[in-house]
């Protein structure tokens, strides 16, 4: 990670002091800065960002390069404020360590969701945004492409009716694959009913992404505040008109002390709810529901595969099927599976959950050689919704990005599950849309 402005919030009594290191290459001594608790005409912060995720680095700079570029007089949302600054909070001492990094670091094509859902537009969006901003910061990825495969003939009409609502409705590119070509391209791949092939998928590193996001943030002058847990959250003037104190506690010191800010943009993933729950009355609180996903990483040269693998898609599914995938070396893993738990903290991989992975794995790539699988990670999705479908069916949950009602500058994200990396980018452009429009 950059050395940056990335900072424990460093809190004295009855003000708020940020320790800048700007760089400890190049700084002798952190210079500080002390902000008085005040009211919202003198709030510390223009806005400040809930969780150092990839989406809340990707809304962090998106916030902080338009402060940058629209300069002191930039309008404020709430028009008060003549300078315009952005905090971003993350309760760990590293951006990026939960759901961010514990995923399959796949670009969606956006193939899966309902034709007028949040996800097939912001992964659409995303996704060309993403390719460009690889492109543009030499962030390593790679358009492997992905076969969804059919062994079955449901599977192979759930297959047509990705193709035809992607032909007729989304327009993305999808195409068939012939046997001969099958065969020539990806000999140890079974799909006895077909395969449909989605080219414009393909694989980021997700870690530099981050890390990339995170520079971004900090030379268009954003602060980050690490080791900086939110726990309580106030509207000022009841419903935030007069901008928002948010209580942090520093995890080195363990002292908690106050930040205002004119907005605020909860995208704590996993930790969401519990913002969300932190601000609204009793009866508009929300539940969370924890769907891990087990990875397991494959030793082997041989099966060799070079294109990314799905099943068909199952309706009411939590996941999207336990896939082959890539990582930018060519290391083969598989998952993620779908497992309900009670905790966001439940990381460990489940490794009974190994014989179901190699049976369902067994049906697209028969010469598995089992011995060779081995426990990597786990994920946990956030789910708004117990059985929630991740693409389609019963129970499908939208992202949810909105400003809440009753409230003014608040900005919150809740069921950023997949496709939340790809559309990361385009999430920041709608958060940074619903605040300055
Ligand atoms: C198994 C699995 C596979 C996936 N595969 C893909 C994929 O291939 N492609 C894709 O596009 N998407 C995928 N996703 C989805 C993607 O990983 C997520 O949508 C994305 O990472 C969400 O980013 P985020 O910033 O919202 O959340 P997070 O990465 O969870 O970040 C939220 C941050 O908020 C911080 N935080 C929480 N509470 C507080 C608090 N009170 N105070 C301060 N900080 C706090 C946390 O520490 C955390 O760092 C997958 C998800 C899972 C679980």
């Given at each position: 990670?950059?050395p940056?402005?990335?900072l424990?919030l460093a ?23 002390c ?27 998106s ?17 008060l ?16 360590t ?9 670009i ?7 034709a ?8 659409i ?14 962030i ?7 076969w969804i ?16 609502f ?14 001969e070509?099958?065969a ?8 006895d009913k077909?395969?449909?092939e ?9 870690h530099?992404?981050?890390?990339s ?7 268009a ?15 000022l003037?009841?419903?935030g ?7 942090v506690?520093?995890?080195?010191s363990?002292?908690?002390?106050t930040?205002?800010?004119e907005t605020?943009?909860?995208?704590a993933?996993?930790g ?15 539940e ?24 068909a ?5 939590g ?9 930018m070396?060519g290391?083969?893993?598989?998952g ?32 598995l ?20 479908a ?12 909105q ?18 990396l ?6 920041a ?9």
């Amino acid at each position: 990670m950059r050395p940056g402005r990335s900072l424990p919030l460093a809190l004295c009594s009855g003000a708020f002091r940020v320790r800048h290191r700007t760089s400890a290459l190049h700084h002798a001594a952190a210079s500080q800065r002390c902000f008085s608790q005040t009211t919202f005409r003198a709030a510390d912060f223009t806005h400040a960002v809930i969780g150092g995720g990839v989406v809340g680095l990707a809304i962090a700079r998106s916030l902080a390069q338009r402060s940058n570029s629209s300069g002191s007089g930039s309008s404020s949302p709430s028009s008060l404020s003549t300078s315009s600054s952005t905090l971003l909070l993350e309760r760990h001492p590293a951006v990026g360590t939960e759901t961010s990094s514990r995923n399959s670091e796949v670009i969606h094509a956006g193939i899966y969701y309902g034709a007028s859902s949040l996800k097939t537009a912001l992964c659409i969006q995303g996704k060309a945004l993403l390719y460009h901003y690889c492109a543009a910061h030499a962030i390593p990825h790679r358009r492997t492409g992905k076969w969804i495969v059919a062994q079955t003939d449901a599977q192979r009409a759930a297959l047509q009716a990705v193709h035809d609502f992607c032909t007729r409705e989304i327009h993305v590119p999808v195409r068939w694959v012939g046997a001969e070509e099958a065969a020539r391209r990806e000999p140890a791949v079974r799909a006895d009913k077909g395969i449909l092939e989605s080219p414009t998928t393909g694989i980021v590193d997700s870690h530099s992404l981050m890390m990339s996001l995170l520079g971004q943030f900090e030379d268009a002058g954003g602060t980050v505040a690490l080791g900086s847990r939110v726990e309580a959250i106030t509207p000022l003037g009841g419903d935030g008109s007069s901008g928002w104190e948010l209580a942090v506690r520093d995890l080195a010191s363990g002292e908690v002390s106050t930040v205002t800010a004119e907005t605020i943009i909860n995208s704590a993933g996993l930790g969401a709810v519990d913002i969300h729950n932190m601000i609204v009355p009793p009866e508009r609180r929300r539940e969370m529901f924890y769907a891990k996903g087990n990875y397991f990483s494959y030793g082997a040269s041989s099966p060799k595969v070079g294109t990314l693998v799905y099943p068909a898609p199952e309706p009411g599914h939590g996941g999207l099927g336990t896939h082959l995938t890539l990582d930018m070396g060519g290391r083969i893993k598989f998952g993620p599976d779908v497992e309900w738990v009670n905790s966001p903290d439940d990381l460990a991989v489940n490794e009974s959950r190994l014989a179901q992975t190699v049976r369902e794995v067994k049906k697209y790539l028969p010469g598995l050689d089992e011995t060779q699988l081995q426990p990597d990670y786990a994920g946990i999705r956030p789910k708004l919704s117990k059985q929630g479908a991740v693409a389609h069916g019963k129970g499908f949950v939208d992202f949810i990005i909105q400003k809440e009602e009753g409230y003014q500058g608040w900005v919150n994200l809740l069921n950023i599950e997949s496709p939340g990396l790809t559309s990361s980018l385009a999430i920041a452009e709608k958060v940074r849309k619903l605040l300055y429009g």
